[in-house]
């Protein structure tokens, strides 16, 4: 069964994907060393979902990722969440 060239396809398909999400998180700017620690736990402990979960949440570094990550990302570069950040406290 898995020996069918289609399957053995796909799987490749998905490590590579994989991959890319699991250095993209590692090398991810936008993130603490904390954040950065938990997105690669998230990918790796739950591969297919956490593959979605990183590319509908996690911050980006010019954000442009769709999702909730996306306005965290906007107000990092324009400066606004440092500024509401130290006003909270």
Request: aromatic share 14%.
């Given at each position: 069964?898995?020996?069918?060239?289609?399957?053995?396809?796909?799987?490749?398909?998905?490590?590579?994907?994989?991959?890319?999400?699991?250095?993209?998180?590692?090398?991810?700017?936008?993130?603490?060393?904390?954040?950065?620690?938990m997105?690669?736990?998230?990918?790796?402990?739950?591969?297919?979902?956490?593959?979605?979960?990183?590319?509908?949440?996690?911050?980006?570094?010019?954000?442009?990722r769709?999702?909730?990550?996306?306005?965290?990302?906007?107000?990092?570069?324009?400066?606004?969440?440092?500024?509401?950040?130290?006003?909270?406290?």
């Amino acid at each position: 069964m898995l020996s069918s060239p289609f399957i053995i396809f796909l799987i490749v398909v998905y490590l590579i994907i994989w991959t890319n999400t699991l250095v993209s998180a590692i090398r991810n700017p936008a993130l603490t060393e904390i954040g950065r620690f938990m997105w690669v736990f998230i990918i790796t402990m739950t591969p297919i979902i956490g593959l979605f979960l990183y590319w509908f949440l996690a911050p980006s570094n010019g954000g442009v990722r769709v999702g909730l990550g996306e306005s965290v990302a906007k107000a990092q570069m324009t400066g606004i969440y440092e500024k509401t950040k130290w006003e909270n406290r």
